[in-house]
T-cell receptor, first 115, second 114 residues
Framework: AQSVTQLDSHVSVSEGTPVLLRCNYSSSYSPSLFWYVQHPNKGLQLLLKYTSAATLVKGINGFEAEFKKSETSFHLTKPSAHMSDAAEYFC?????????????FGTGTQLKVEL | NAGVTQTPKFRVLKTGQSMTLLCAQDMNHEYMYWYRQDPGMGLRLIHYSVGEGTTAKGEVPDGYNVSRLKKQNFLLGLESAAPSQTSVYFC?????????????FGEGSRLTVL
């Protein structure tokens, strides 16, 4: 069985400060992990993915995430927040290689960016 | 290249009415999915299809039916709508290639059942 927990439902940061969105996972196998972003009234868009290659994964728009097996975590970070980063972010886990068709979504973290 | 297109984008139904949501993708993807998104619950898989003519149940299939008569289309039907089916519905698709695992999403269909 697989599961994912996003530790914060809401995160608020000031523009130009670092962003940290936390995600812990549980998986019976070597997991594939993803972060998706959803802007208001839009579909989800892939930010980055981990599929057993490098543990530090770089994504679009300056985001990156580090896979830490010992901590079962896959936290999303960005050095400097921009107003356009305000959105909802979903951590997703799959314990099939490459994701397959059995994905489990976290409940989401709403990121607010203030001036 | 339109990607994944959902119609309609908005719909209001009365309890007991039926309707069909249409999802069309132009990326020649084998896999297609229907999810529902509710506040505080993330996305939950309703049904999915791994190819033309095939469908399978996901996490929350009750009250929904699906069909995949053509590779590019995946229909989600509600035979007798209930207020509990008020939600935002997302269609997604991806390639059979399991290395990437990336899903491509439509922009959603917001359904209200009164």
């Amino acid at each position: 069985a697989q599961s994912v927990t996003q530790l914060d439902s809401h995160v608020s940061v000031s523009e130009g400060t670092p962003v940290l969105l936390r995600c812990n996972y549980s998986s019976s196998y070597s997991p594939s992990l993803f972060w998706y972003v959803q802007h208001p009234n839009k579909g989800l868009q892939l930010l980055l993915k981990y599929t057993s290659a490098a543990t530090l994964v770089k994504g679009i728009n300056g985001f990156e995430a580090e896979f830490k097996k010992s901590e079962t975590s896959f936290h999303l970070t960005k050095p400097s927040a921009h107003m356009s980063d305000a959105a909802e972010y979903f951590c997703v886990v799959s314990d099939r290689p490459g994701g397959g068709n059995k994905l489990t979504f976290g409940t989401g973290t709403q990121l607010k960016v203030e001036l | 290249n339109a990607g994944v297109t959902q119609t309609p984008k908005f719909r209001v139904l009365k309890t007991g009415q039926s309707m069909t949501l249409l999802c069309a993708q132009d990326m020649n993807h084998e896999y297609m999915y229907w999810y529902r998104q509710d506040p505080g619950m993330g996305l939950r898989l309703i049904h999915y299809s791994v190819g033309e003519g095939t469908t399978a149940k996901g996490e929350v299939p009750d009250g929904y039916n699906v069909s995949r008569l053509k590779k590019q289309n995946f229909l989600l039907g509600l035979e007798s709508a209930a207020p509990s089916q008020t939600s935002v519905y997302f269609c997604a698709s991806n390639l059979r290639d399991r290395v990437t695992g990336e899903l491509f999403f439509g922009e959603g269909s917001r359904l209200t059942v009164l």
